[in-house]
């Protein structure tokens, strides 16, 4: 049998091989393609049984196969799986997007929430019938034909102008390379970083150093170079990319009127007023109203905190650096200036305390306390050698779920730190399927047979990860769609994993996963207050900055003009200075073209949907700060988190969620605090 058409148990990665991909995933397409035919039959009732659980086996088979394929495609990724991979993606892209238009389909799941079994079923099928209704809709199947039409070709043109916009801006990327041959020019850039601009001059038979407009060669000379013109030069080139200013070919100046307004033209077709009102229609948030309102209010209590940040710094580089004007291209250099000369601790120093045999055994301990689990090693074929597999059992030993955590980088895995799923908790003719999940991060391996060590930063990934794992593992759901992460509005799935990392900034929490490489030494608490005075660090500048993207993005959305009014001079530039002006404390120079580069709401999922970022934040800190008033490893306090939050998934609202666990609507109060703007400025 192919491996990846065994559902019996864990995935068999040691049988896997790149050629058994396209097999499994027709083989699947096939019998899920009948099977929709099947049950979408007008002579098969609309029930649970007979309907719902069918469909839903047949496509947990395909997310589990293709998941695995998936998941091997961004840790161990080879030639041949990429091939695999890319030749597969089409097929299944193409089969979900007919299952989201399946009219059969979607005339079945009405009539099911129609029928008299419906007030009957347990909350997590109802809101899980409730969602594909929802879903449908925002698909299209209520429109009569013509506008079905218009609104697939408005699809299309959509994706197409995104996937345009980012070749756009990375080409304009890819285009700009600066050599510098004299040494005077790179003073100040670490070595790492010069080494690798010299390797890549070499490369090109040049001398000197090559910088470009990728992050790894960017932002260090931004935040390093003492070449003032250097920086300069980069930062003029950075924020013009992909303009007017640029080769024609790519400028997106076009592209992004064209997506605002086919955009708007897509929710009016709903019978939405706004591309926002459409976007935040399966949201926690309730309105765009609602979410100005949020982001003003932020805007105004973190502003004079910015203000403060921003005149502490302008004050620094006059005194210090000998810089009278700050410009937009002196931000980063002065602030990193500033930053060591007030908080003396380096990254690495810090890093000696937290190797990984200490890390993840006290993070796992945090876990076992909170929740009454306990967390242990156990036997699973794997992808690599590096990675672990873990169980999680409750006080009686029962398994709860189960865990793989891939903590390395490789050539071969894809870069950042993310959770997945690989096998999601469902209860089906009695038996209990346990969730499996994948835990994946970037970190550097020990070298010399030490254990790694890893930043403060990239322990809080972990937890941060980890709580994501936990959302998926800990749920009580028996029903696919709502189980774990699935169906939890999009602007609340972050909550339970930012809510972990409020634990990294917990010395009873840390302390007891620290010890020196070398002595074994715990963490100082002198060295832990220095981190804890450097955390909020400019945290003012840097939240009134996500705001002025979240209300840009929102306003864009909801109440802009793309075509503008040519009295009114309303063009999108114009719309970006006014929430400026509104909110921001630094005003880059009048050549900057932000938008275009904004890839988050013109390339990716963000759109009308940036203001998340902060709002899962206040659900987070909000959340947490009942444990900081009960005790931060308070049982009882778990206990209910566990209940309210990780254990009901998508099975009810998020804020009726968050209501029963914290007693009240979220404040952003605890967020504030944590951020250090509570006191007086
Ligand atoms: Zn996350």
Redesign the pocket.
Known sequence: MNPLLDFSGLPRFADFKPELVTPAVDQLLGENRALIERVAAPGVPATWRDFVEPLEDANERLSRAWGIVGHLNAVMNSPELREAYNSNLPKVTQYYTELSQHPGLYAKYKALAASAEFPGLGRAQRKNVENELRDFRLGGAELPPADKARFTAIREKLSAHSSRFSDNLLDATNAFSHYATDAAEVAGIPEDVLQAAREAAQAEGRPGWKFTLHAPSYLPVMQYADSRALRERMYHAYVTRASEFGKPDWDNSALITAIVELRGELARLLGFASYAEYSLEPKMAESPHQVLAFLGELAGRAKPYAARDLGELQDFARSELGLDRLESWDLGYASEKLRVARYAFSDQEVKLYFPETTVLPGMFQLVERLYGVSIAPAAAPVWHPDVRFYAVRDRAGALIGQFYVDLYARPSKRGGA??DDAITRRRRDGGLQTPVAYLNCNFSAGVGGKPALFTHDEVTTLF??F??GLHHLLTRVDVLGTAGINGVEWDA??LP??FMENFCWEWDVIAPMTSHADTGAPLPRALFDKMLAAKNFQSGMQTVRQLEFALFDLHLHYDFNPRGDPDKNESVLDLLNAVRRQVAVVFPPPYSRFPHNFSHIFAGGYAAGYYSYKWAEVLSADAYSLFEENGVLDPATGARFWDEILAVGGSRPALESFVAFRGREPKMDALLRHNGMTERV
């Open positions: 993310w959770m941060h990860e709580g994501h799935v972050e994993s930012q």
